[in-house]
């Protein structure tokens, strides 16, 4: 691997930008690897990069049906943060907030992460309580947090509307200074670009069509690039996890809905942190460059079809408009939706199931890019060792079994 | 939006609507002869199929009844709607019929 660096921008500049090399091969697949990621978002593409780095485990494929990062890792609003109520939440988010910080050094890729701040406001004393709750849970567990006043609220975010006349009074908010956002696509780049440089195998283009079971032990893929072996296998696929699921006979606890966002015309900056209402259901921050990024609540039904209803875009709306009364004239310019995998306690699964040798990452839901770098992380632990790390550990399976739930539904600030 | 075809007030926007997510669910007549396993499997499990899915909707601003719809969960073509109670299942719905107490499935 080439590095980038300052030097390197130069050297290209002087020769018109005409030697740039693709910062990833594109391999055939071999006939059989160490281990099998599937799914090329920024969780399967983090998994393979750790497998690599921490686990000396560098014959890996990961395969992508389209093209890396083309799942929720690109179609998510990127808000990155860590304060969740449970201990067992707060410490996987956190362990992925301390990656983060340290992420576009890691990788020699800038992540553009940004730490702007995340404000969860609230609308209600009984929002307020929560959030009271919240912080000092956070702090419990050594993760920034504080409460702000609407008075501070005002000052810091100039636009927002905490007038007490609103029709839904702001009362104040939790804020999470280490917090933000961060570029989706330049994480799915930046680990497929660091994995494929320790030798893991990036396809693109190829869909998984079967999973190979045999005497109760996964032995590899049906792909429509041929069948590839390998005795462990991760799944990583975000909404078709079910479909996936039901290839190695397995059922599990997960639902797929459309989760839809969109973004303005570029304006010029007006808002220099994210800010989110679980109440009136919409969160907002401004891109580099300069579009408002909006998210929805996710449709009701299920959905395979990257995208959802209008209803939903134009409650998301009302509510940013409601809290920003200025963006009411702003103009939308582009609508997408990606396929979300809702658990019933809103929380990840990241296990081993009842085949050896196979593990499933999934059940992110309308959460999960914040997490993508932790979720690698002890995703590649517990396929190198067959176990979970202990910060893994109450995310399996078995926890719906047992009753074991990690209840952030409504405990959380808001879905994200 | 989906127009969705209640079976007694006729197509309505999907707004009036509320989703009850899989048809077909019964509650085990008797909990406690059941695995931890089975139950989980009741409770939190779904099919979730990409492709065709039966799925429960409540008219929540119309006649408040919950019926059963049949839709594509890629296309999000509805072929049909449907009464929740064996009389006016279509024969073809074997799924429905079995199972120890479907007259329930609505709830
Ligand atoms: C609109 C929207 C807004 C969101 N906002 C936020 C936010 O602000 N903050 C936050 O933390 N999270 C957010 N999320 C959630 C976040 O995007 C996801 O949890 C996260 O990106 C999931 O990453 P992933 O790598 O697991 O999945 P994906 O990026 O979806 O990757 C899964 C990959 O698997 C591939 N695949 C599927 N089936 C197969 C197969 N059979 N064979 C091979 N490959 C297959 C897919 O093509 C896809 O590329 C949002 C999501 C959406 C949709």
Redo the contacts between chains.
């Keep these: 691997m080439k590095r980038y660096s300052a030097f390197s921008l130069l050297r290209n500049a002087l020769s018109h930008n005409r030697n740039w090399r693709p910062a990833w091969r594109s391999p055939a697949p071999k006939k059989s690897y160490d281990a099998i990621v599937v799914g090329g978002g920024g969780h399967g593409l983090a998994t393979a990069y750790y497998l690599a780095k921490e686990h000396g485990i560098s014959n890996v494929a990961v395969l992508e049906k389209g093209w890396i990062g083309g799942g929720n890792t690109g179609r998510n609003t990127t808000i990155v943060r860590s304060n969740y109520l449970w201990t067992e939440a707060a410490l996987l988010y956190e362990k992925s907030m301390k990656l983060w910080e340290g992420l576009s050094q890691d990788l020699n890729y800038n992540v553009m992460f940004s730490q702007r701040g995340v404000y969860n406001l609230a609308h209600s004393l009984q929002d307020m309580r929560d959030i009271e709750r919240r912080v000092n849970a956070n702090r419990l567990n050594g993760i920034d947090a504080e409460v702000v006043s609407a008075s501070e609220l005002g000052k810091a975010i100039p636009y927002l509307n905490v007038s007490p006349d609103a029709r839904y009074p702001i009362l104040g908010a939790s804020l999470q200074r280490r917090g933000g956002v961060a570029r989706h696509d330049a994480v799915a780049w930046g680990f497929a670009r660091a994995a494929d440089a320790l030798g893991v195998d990036i396809i693109e283009q190829c869909e998984v069509t079967g999973i190979e079971v045999k005497n109760g032990k996964a032995v590899g893929v049906l792909t429509t690039r041929g069948s590839i072996a390998s005795d462990r296998i991760g799944v990583v696929v975000a909404g078709?996890a079910?479909?996936l699921a039901k290839m190695a006979g397995l059922?599990?606890?997960?639902?797929?809905h459309p989760l839809q966002a969109f973004v303005s015309e570029p304006i010029k900056p007006v808002l220099d942190t994210v800010v989110m209402s679980g109440a009136v259901h919409g969160y907002i921050s401004q891109s580099d460059k300069g579009e408002l990024v909006v998210g929805a609540g996710i449709d009701?039904?299920?959905?395979?079809?990257q995208r959802g209803?209008?209803?939903v875009i134009e409650h998301a709306m009302q509510a940013i408009i409601e809290l920003f009364p200025i963006f009411s004239r702003v103009r939308m310019l582009r609508l997408w939706g990606g396929i979300v995998d809702v658990a019933?306690d809103a929380c990840p699964i990241l296990s081993k199931t009842p085949v050896e040798g196979l593990y499933f990452n999934c059940g992110w839901g309308t959460g999960g890019f914040k997490a993508t770098p932790g979720s690698g992380w002890v995703f590649a632990h517990t396929m190198a060792r067959d176990e979970a790390h202990e910060l893994n550990a109450p995310f399996s399976l078995e926890r719906?079994?047992?009753g074991a739930l990690v209840d952030e539904h409504g405990a959380a600030a808001v879905a994200h | 939006?989906?127009l969705i075809e209640c079976p007694w007030c006729g197509p309505r926007a999907?707004?009036e609507f509320?989703?009850g997510?899989?048809a077909g669910i019964t509650r085990p007549r008797d909990p406690d002869a059941l695995s931890?396993?089975e139950?989980?499997?009741y409770?939190?499990?779904?099919?979730?199929?990409?492709g065709n899915?039966r799925?429960l909707w409540n008219h929540a601003h119309g006649c408040r009844r919950w019926f059963g719809v049949e839709?594509d969960?890629?296309?999000?073509r509805i072929s049909r709607s449907f009464e929740l109670y064996p009389a006016a299942v279509p024969e073809t719905d074997a799924a429905l019929q079995s199972g120890p107490d479907n007259s329930n499935g609505g709830d």
């Design positions: 078709h079910s479909v059922r599990l606890p997960i639902e797929s009701s039904y299920n959905g395979y079809g209803s209008f209803p019933p719906f079994t047992t | 939006m989906l999907e707004t509320s989703y997510g899989e931890d396993a139950w989980a499997d409770l939190f499990c779904r099919s979730n199929p990409r899915h799925e839709r969960t890629v296309t999000y």
